[in-house]
Every structure is written in structure tokens, then in C-alpha cells.
């Protein structure tokens, strides 16, 4: 049989869409204004196509001395994609109607013109015209939202609609991993924390489905373990690895962040444990010995690290000089061991001594955290501070005040070294559960507790005298409206409970050994399941007399230590 690309070779292209297509109903009419007759049409689940017969339309109609007509829709989920707005018939000018089209991961969002609270149609379109005619459908850009404001802005007209479909476009695979336990709260946090990474599943794996719709390498960091951990490999890592690398020759910083070069090797070392592919490790092999002879340059006499600008740890302590020190200083230390794994996998012997050389310098230099969770939990995982002197001064101190989203993963990783797994299930619930509270579906760029004072949630409209959680707060990149609230490196939850509380923890590259060893905290249960290159392993432990009780099924190529 012959695809249409061998009867028209000029439709063969160069790439490929992994991804697919879903047609949504909004779930919520929020709002309207002017004459909108019968909007709760648009709640139908109706068929896809436009027809002749324009039964239970929802209509706009402007009329001279009243207000505009407008609607705005919530369709009860974030989502990546576009809307398609079905038109059966129109009355004015041309039998052509102009329609405004405003989308919001936040409804206030959708309610606000473009520059007002910083709104923009930065990476992709949120605000946009649109012309349509009748018996029509109408498709817009894609962006990632949960809200669509609609404006009819003809004077003396009128126009039918059949639908304003959400198009879901993401890629439709199989969550294979999963995780429960006797707390619903935290349950809902490993759910949204796996959406919010899958979202980002698109034709490259970005950090925002709105802002920022890009591959920024450190970012991926998070992402890549809760993708291994839910839904196994998938070949947007290794995409999203080789664009990046490709496009940063050899002696420049990947995104121009000298961190994020140091991520890289991360993931690198992260997605060889969980699927041991030597053949696409050694396509490294150049380009990851000749960054880590780099990254070994970047200690000066006293141990001290010294990488070049632009120095990044996370948002939150961007301002914070001596704790981006602290953060680097422990990452560095990271990368040595990880280099040290590298360069003796490919049989480099001299950069294995100097590697272990250089994180021996280190390690003899403990940098102040300067009061910072994020910069803390890196010395406590990278090996340089105690963990249970770390928690108890500094990480555990306010329960989740002074949490990242990016970061978040390793606090939440370095109380649970330090032994304090029920005060980590406790900032888990307060911080990524403080989110769920304000409305979110997805996690956010970042998130401060103290940004609640007087907030109201996301899917709400903001009434006078309270504070808008969307468009009053955000810092730096993502000052109110620009905020991402679909981050995909604010996905820590999921590694997290895998890890530690499920107590899963790779050993040996391609998942051949595996240690399992749960730790519930405050928890009576919990369980789950995990993807391994050989098949599913399922995990369960109980509470029972003050004992642990666990069961593990796995495949037989998986050596497993309990």
C-alpha cells in the first residue's frame, strides 16, 4: 500500500507530529456580557462538524445602545492547543462577523488586555482577531490555557454558534507509573505534578506551555524524572537533549547558563540509569569529556567553585549572590561524580583522576547557604552538609515558607535524607497543595506562600478589594500575568513519593537493580507502580502493628534489594 508521501514525494517534509487531537466542551459559563442568548449550548458535547440544520445555537448579537456582547468559558482544565470556533450563520456587514479571542491559564487573565498587568502575546498568541463567516470553523494559534474570553466587536449584528471547542493537543501515551496512598490531598498533588510534566510532552519537551514554549536544558532536570517514572521512555528527552547540544558548540553554556551546561551531564547520567542505552550515550561521548575537562577548570585554589556567568540556581534566589554560590559549589560537586562515571565508561583514565581530584578540592569547602532551602538541600545531596543538622536549621524551619517550585524536588529529597519524611509530606501538602487550593490544575512556574494574603484562586473573577493570585503576584520573568501556570519543572512530586516515599531508587544502569526501601512518614499506606526497560514493577507497603509490611512484583531481569 502507498502512503500519500510516496505518490507525492514533496509531502514526505523532515519532521513529524508525535502529537494528537482532542476535542473539548467548556465545563463553566463564568461570565457574560451584552445579549447572549442560550450559552449553555456551548456545554453540549456536539459533533465536530459544521452543518445545515442550526439547532440550539448560542447566539451574540450587538445592538445599538447596549453593550457589546462577550462571553467568557472555562473549560475546567488546563490544556495545550488551540479553539476552533464553529459558526452557522452571521448577520452583518459582508455576512462576515469579527470576533476577539483572549485565552488565560487564569480567568483574569482572559478578562485583561494585552499590556495591562503584563500581559503579552510573547511565545505564543493569547489575544487575537479573528474574521469568520458562516457555516464555518475557525481555528486559532496554539497556547496552553484553561479560559476564553469571547468579544463580538461588529456594531448591529449578529452571529450563531455551534461550539467553541478546546483542541487538546498532546501526546496520547500511557501513565504507567503511579502512585496512592491513604491521603487524597497528596494523591490529587502526584496527579496534577504528572499532567503538568505531560503537557510539556510536545513536539520538544518545554518548561511552559504558554511562556516559556522552549527547550531550556536545566529545566528539564525535574521533568526527565517524572517522565522516567510515569510513562517510561519516550523519545522527547533525547530530542530535547541532542537540539540543545547541537545548537551549543562545545566551550559555550547550554542556553547561555553556565548551570544548565551542568544539568545536562544530570540528565545524561539520570536517563542512562533508567534505560542504560549505551549506543546513545556514547553519540556523547565528545561533546559530555570535553564540558567536564571544562567544568573541572571551574575551582579555584581554596576549593572554592567558580563558574562563569550567567550564574543560576533558580527565580527565588536570584538575588540572593551567596546562596547561588552555595547551589553551584554543591552542583559542581555533582558533576565531578557524575564526570568521574563518565570518563571512566569511556575508558578515560586521566580525566577519571582528575575528576575525583577536583571533587576532593571541593569537598573540602562548605559555602554558606545564606539562609536558602534550595541552596541547602543542594550541599545536604551533594554530600557536603549534614542532613539532619541542614533540616533542623534551616530546611524544616517554616514547614514550606521558602520552597521552589524547581528546586522543590530536593528540599523535599534532603529532608528525607535527613530522616524527616513526615515533615516533607507536610511542606508537600502546604506548598503544591497551597496551588490546588487556589484553583490550579497544573503546577506553576513558582509559587510563595505568602502570596496568598488575601487571594483568590485562578478560576475565579477577582472581586474589588482582594488580590488577584495571577495578576498581582509573579517576580523577575513572570511579574503577574506573565506567569507560567503550567511549569513543568515544578513536577517534583512525582520523583519525590516515587523515591523516597515508595522508596524506589535505581542502582544499576537500565533499572537491572533497584533498591526499594518505603518510607511512609505520617502515611498508613501507599503504592504504586514504576516503568523499567524489562516491564512494571508494583510496590506496595502497609502500616500493621508498628511494622512495615511490603510487596514488591517485578520482572524477572530486575534484581531487586529490599
Not at 447566539?59 to 459558526?87: C, F, H, T, W
Not at 482577531?129 to 476564553?148: C, M
Request: charged share 25%; glycine share 8%; hydrophobic share 40%.
Amino acid at each position: 500500500m502507498s502512503k500519500v508521501s510516496d505518490v507525492f514525494p514533496s509531502l514526505a517534509g523532515y519532521n513529524a507530529d508525535p502529537r494528537t487531537r482532542r476535542y473539548l466542551a467548556p465545563k463553566r459559563i463564568m461570565w457574560t456580557r451584552g445579549s447572549v442568548s442560550n450559552p449553555e449550548a456551548l456545554l453540549e458535547e456536539k459533533s465536530s462538524q459544521i452543518t445545515l440544520d442550526a439547532g440550539n445555537a448560542c447566539v451574540l448579537e450587538n445592538k445599538p445602545g447596549q453593550p457589546k456582547a462577550a462571553i467568557l468559558l472555562d473549560y475546567g482544565i488546563e490544556i495545550n492547543g488551540s479553539a476552533r470556533l464553529m459558526i452557522w450563520h452571521v448577520r452583518g456587514e459582508g455576512n462576515r462577523a469579527n470576533l476577539r479571542v483572549r485565552f488565560g491559564e487564569s480567568a483574569m487573565e482572559a478578562m485583561t488586555d494585552i499590556g495591562t498587568k503584563n500581559t503579552t502575546n510573547d511565545h505564543a498568541n493569547r489575544d487575537m482577531r479573528i474574521n469568520v463567516g458562516f457555516l464555518s470553523a475557525n481555528e486559532t494559534n496554539e497556547t496552553g490555557y484553561r479560559f476564553i474570553r469571547i468579544d463580538f466587536e461588529d456594531d448591529d449584528a449578529r452571529v450563531e454558534f455551534k461550539a467553541v471547542e478546546g483542541v487538546f493537543i498532546f501526546r496520547d501515551i500511557e501513565y504507567k507509573g503511579s502512585f496512592e496512598c491513604d491521603d487524597p490531598l497528596i494523591n490529587k498533588i502526584w496527579a496534577t505534578a504528572a499532567y503538568t510534566a505531560h503537557l510539556n510532552m510536545q513536539e520538544y519537551l518545554w518548561d511552559g506551555i504558554k511562556r516559556d514554549r522552549l527547550v531550556w536544558i536545566g529545566d528539564m532536570q525535574t521533568e526527565v524524572m517524572t517522565i522516567a517514572s510515569v510513562f517510561g521512555y519516550n523519545d522527547v528527552v533525547p530530542k530535547s537533549l541532542d537540539l540543545v547540544r547541537d545548537e551549543t558548540p562545545s566551550g559555550r553554556w547550554m542556553n547561555g547558563i553556565s548551570s544548565y551546561s551542568v544539568w545536562w551531564l544530570f540528565l545524561h547520567y539520570d536517563w542512562y540509569m533508567y534505560f542504560g542505552n549505551i549506543d546513545y550515550l556514547t553519540e556523547q561521548r565528545e561533546y559530555m569529556l570535553a564540558l567536564i575537562d571544562i567544568l573541572c577548570g571551574c575551582v579555584n585554589d581554596e576549593g572554592s567553585e567558580m563558574l562563569p556567568e550567567g550564574r543560576f540556581i533558580d527565580w527565588p534566589n536570584q538575588a540572593n549572590k551567596q546562596a547561588t554560590h552555595a547551589g553551584l559549589h554543591a552542583m559542581l560537586k555533582m558533576a565531578m561524580e557524575k564526570g568521574e562515571f563518565f570518563a571512566d565508561l569511556f575508558g578515560d583514565s586521566a580525566l577519571v583522576q582528575r575528576c575525583r581530584n577536583t571533587a576532593q578540592k571541593l569537598s573540602g569547602y562548605l559555602p554558606d547557604p545564606n539562609g536558602s532551602k534550595q541552596a541547602g538541600a543542594l550541599l545536604v545531596v551533594a554530600g557536603l552538609a549534614d542532613a539532619v543538622k541542614m533540616n533542623d536549621g534551616l530546611l524544616s524551619v517554616g514547614c514550606a515558607k521558602g520552597f521552589s517550585t524547581f528546586l522543590g524536588y530536593y528540599t523535599l529529597a534532603a529532608m528525607a535524607m535527613a530522616g524527616d519524611y513526615s515533615g516533607a509530606l507536610d511542606a508537600l501538602r502546604e506548598y503544591w497543595g497551597g496551588m490546588l487550593k487556589l484553583g490550579a490544575t497544573t503546577f506553576w512556574e513558582d509559587f510563595n506562600l505568602e502570596w496568598t494574603e488575601n487571594a483568590v484562586g485562578i478560576d475565579e473573577i477577582v472581586p474589588e478589594g482582594k488580590a488577584d493570585i495571577h495578576g498581582d503576584r509573579g517576580a523577575y520573568c513572570y511579574e503577574k500575568f506573565r506567569h507560567s501556570l503550567c511549569h513543568g519543572w515544578a513536577s517534583g512530586p512525582v520523583p519525590f513519593l516515587t523515591r523516597y516515599i515508595l522508596g524506589i531508587n535505581v542502582l544499576e544502569p537500565a533499572c537491572r537493580k533497584i533498591s526499594i526501601k518505603p518510607n511512609l512518614g505520617s502515611l498508613n499506606y501507599a503504592r504504586g507502580t514504576f516503568p523499567t526497560p524489562y516491564g512494571i514493577i508494583e510496590v506496595s507497603a502497609i502500616k500493621r502493628n508498628g511494622e512495615v509490611i511490603l510487596d514488591v512484583k517485578s520482572p524477572a531481569q530486575v534484581e531487586i534489594i529490599k
